[in-house]
């Protein structure tokens, strides 16, 4: 999952999530501009923020720079408004839109199984290799919005935590071809086998399983999944495509999902095989 958010795979992929907040918030701010008769290029070098900056704001699509907020203030009248405004606006930032019930979903998992056929699962992937990954995908994102998606990808590696009460049981098949693949180049692919092999050494709740790149029964062709189970003992799965994602919680859909994921368990390559041919393939670069 872009996967979210956070590029491609969970968590990470599209334009990263906007809110009402963010939307009134720009509304707002257009409305005072037009109001003082200023063409939003007027606007933008009076703030001293690009053009295209300013445009993201007022449609909902950035937050807000407090030196924006600022500069705005005493050109549209000091009023005082926008400081307020800005105080309430929230956002998961980073993350795509479609992603954010998902990810509060993990933060309290105790079981989550992840099956990619895109990308290395967002949770294992390393920072060089999300940056990758968001740069692979057009429209590229401009410097802000690449290390706002990075961070939040990131800072979602905390779930591996075995500290967590009770700690989650983690469980990703994803395919070969991902590696193959060698997106960033080499040195970048170098540094995610090394990462992924410690990932694998550190910490028992989790276990990766490789598809390997010959299997002509596959139960996964309809593409990536995830099913999570909650403290309650709730079972919830997610699907994502090109720009959506979908949170499943029909228990018949569910039971569906689990028996997919059941048997790409039983076709991928044991764990101390997925090593070996990790351990294979960091050798061979």
């Known amino acids: 999952m872009v996967d979210a ?3 491609v795979g969970a968590g990470g992929g599209g334009e990263p999530e906007s809110s009402d907040s963010l939307r009134t918030f720009g509304a707002v701010v257009q409305a005072l501009r037009e109001h003082a008769g200023l063409s939003r290029e007027e606007f ?3 703030v001293r923020f690009s053009k295209h900056t300013v445009a993201s704001v007022e449609l909902g699509r950035r937050m807000p720079d407090p030196a924006l907020v600022e500069r705005a203030e005493g050109v549209l009248g000091n009023t005082g408004a926008l400081r307020r405004a ?3 606006l929230a956002r998961q930032p980073g993350l795509a839109a479609w992603f954010r019930q998902w990810a509060r979903l993990e933060a309290v998992a105790i079981t989550l199984d992840t099956y990619e056929c895109r990308v290395v699962p967002g949770l294992l992937q390393t920072e060089a290799y999300a940056r990758a ?7 590229v994102p401009d410097e802000a919005e690449l290390n706002e998606r990075v961070a939040a990808r990131l800072a979602r590696h905390e779930l591996l935590s ?3 009460t009770p700690p989650c049981a983690f469980s990703f098949i994803f395919e070969q071809a ?11 692919t170098r540094e995610l086998l090394d990462h992924l092999l410690a990932v694998i050494d550190r ?8 598809m390997p790149l010959r299997q002509p029964d596959h139960p996964g062709l309809d593409g990536p999944l995830q099913l999570l189970e909650t403290p309650e003992n709730q079972w919830f799965a997610y699907s994502e495509g090109q720009k959506n994602g979908r949170l499943i919680w029909d228990r018949k859909e569910i039971s569906v999902l689990s028996r997919r994921y059941g048997k790409l368990r039983t076709q991928a390559l044991t764990p101390a095989d997925s090593k070996s041919l990790l351990e294979q393939m960091r050798g061979a670069l």
């Open 86 to 88: 800005a105080g309430h």
């Open 162 to 164: 075995t500290r967590r």
């Open 178 to 188: 991902l590696l193959e693949r060698h997106t960033g180049g080499e040195e970048i």
């Open 133 to 139: 990954v968001s740069l692979s995908v057009p429209p």
């Open 5 to 7: 958010a956070v590029g």
């Open 203 to 210: 910490h028992w709740n989790v276990t990766v399983q490789i």
């Open 44 to 46: 933008a070098d009076l």
